[in-house]
């Protein structure tokens, strides 16, 4: 499909993993439509592409969070008559410490934004995929979602829905000409890290090699949808780890996992 000029939706369009493929699409001439709460950040991304590239760029912010914005989204590009050929569901949110630190609200913030946004976009979109038999939806999710991760366990939830609802539906639409893949990066070098090492400057002394490139990642998420790959893990590190993690027994990986997060927090 990446010879034929898509129609690429990207939520979290404004920084990190949503940034680096806005970029990707815009290499391969796709037209691009913006999403992120950050009206700012969206309009000079836009600029950037547009003039690097010749490629038309929308800018739609919205907070995806929120009762029925996705559904809005959906009704303002029918109004425009834009079709999305490539939906990516980038937009997400992390709150790392001790499950107990948080208040009830930032729990709720994480599966709101995670969880029900990101299923609301995909039913949003996904019936005008079915009716032209043609359609690409890049889920990111995490290899959080391959095991428990004490200090992020809401996040590490939310993450495995989204590998579950990816898998779930790139079999339920077999043969529809639409095709979903889970992109499962490991830590990223991302806006979202600095915010976490932040918080936790514990997060700040992990060694380099576990560290992905925000590009390389993007660049892997970006090839896997476009071949119709249902799940990619990048870096060597976070296969080997998802491999040991589905190899191993769920006790003695949850001894591993809580091991390695109580020492994080």
């Not at 939310?158 to 490991?186: D, H, N, Q, Y």
Request: charged letters at 15%; glycine letters at 10%; proline letters at 5%.
């Amino acid at each position: 499909m990446a010879a034929t000029p898509l129609t690429a939706l990207i939520t979290g369009a404004s920084s990190g993993i949503g940034e680096a493929l806005a970029r990707c699409c815009a290499r391969d001439g796709h037209t691009l439509v913006l999403v992120a709460r950050r009206a700012d950040k969206l309009h000079a991304l836009a600029g950037e592409l547009r003039g690097a590239h010749g490629v038309r760029v929308d800018v739609l912010p919205a907070d995806l969070a929120q009762p029925g914005a996705a559904q809005d989204l959906a009704a303002t590009l029918r109004r425009r008559r834009r079709p999305v050929d490539l939906l990516v569901n980038n937009a997400g949110v992390l709150e790392q410490g001790g499950f107990s630190t948080h208040a009830a609200a930032s729990h709720q913030r994480i599966i709101d934004l995670n969880v029900s946004a990101l299923t609301a976009m995909v039913a949003a979109f996904l019936p005008g995929m079915l009716q032209r038999n043609s359609g690409r939806i890049l889920n990111v999710a995490s290899i959080a979602a391959f095991q428990p991760v004490p200090g992020l366990a809401t996040y590490a939830a939310s993450k495995a829905f989204v590998l579950s609802l990816s898998e779930s539906l790139a079999e339920e639409l077999r043969g529809t000409g639409v095709t979903v893949t889970a992109l499962c990066p490991g830590i990223t070098a991302t806006a979202m890290l600095d915010g976490a090492a932040g918080d936790n400057p514990k997060l700040a002394q992990l060694p380099g090699f576990v560290i992905g490139d925000v590009d390389e990642v993007a660049a892997e998420g970006y090839r896997a949808c476009l071949a119709g790959e249902v799940v990619t893990v990048p870096g060597l590190v976070n296969q080997a780890a998802t491999t040991a993690g589905r190899a191993v027994p769920k006790w003695l990986l949850r001894r591993v996992a809580g091991w390695f997060g109580r020492r994080m927090l």
